[in-house]
Nanobody, 119 residues
Framework: QVQLVESGGGLVQAGGSLRLSCAAS????????MGWFRQAPGKERDFVAA????????DYADSVKGRFTISRDIAKNTLYLQMNSLKPEDTAVYYC????????????WGQGTQVTVSS
């Protein structure tokens, strides 16, 4: 089992920044890849970014490249998402997730944290 708890969401004006955190606990062998997803009202959940827990290689959705940065702190078992130059279309509930198969499927999910960007 893996437990994931997100924090750091909130209300910010367009152009502002937020940093999301995801505290992870449980089976470390399951945390091969970790990612961030988001779901806006009335829309499907979309991929935002992912990172290989050991190698630290990253992948981003085109919509956030150059604005968002995913990182992790192995000692703290924590995943981060630094979000800069936020836009109203970034408004969504953000979820962190853990994958044990290289990112093909995500097995464990956090409860989500709301990010609202005002124009």
């Amino acid at each position: 089992q893996v437990q994931l708890v997100e924090s750091g969401g909130g209300l910010v004006q367009a152009g502002g920044s937020l940093r999301l955190s995801c505290a992870a606990s449980g089976r470390t062998s399951s945390r091969y890849v970790m990612g961030w997803f988001r779901q806006a009202p009335g829309k499907e959940r979309d991929f935002v970014a992912a990172i290989r827990w050991v190698r630290s290689t990253t992948d981003y959705a085109d919509s956030v490249k150059g604005r968002f940065t995913i990182s992790r702190d192995i000692a703290k078992n924590t995943l981060y998402l630094q979000m800069n130059s936020l836009k109203p279309e970034d408004t969504a509930v953000y979820y962190c997730a853990s994958s044990s198969d290289g990112g093909m499927t995500y097995d464990y999910w956090g409860q989500g944290t709301q990010v609202t960007v005002s124009s």
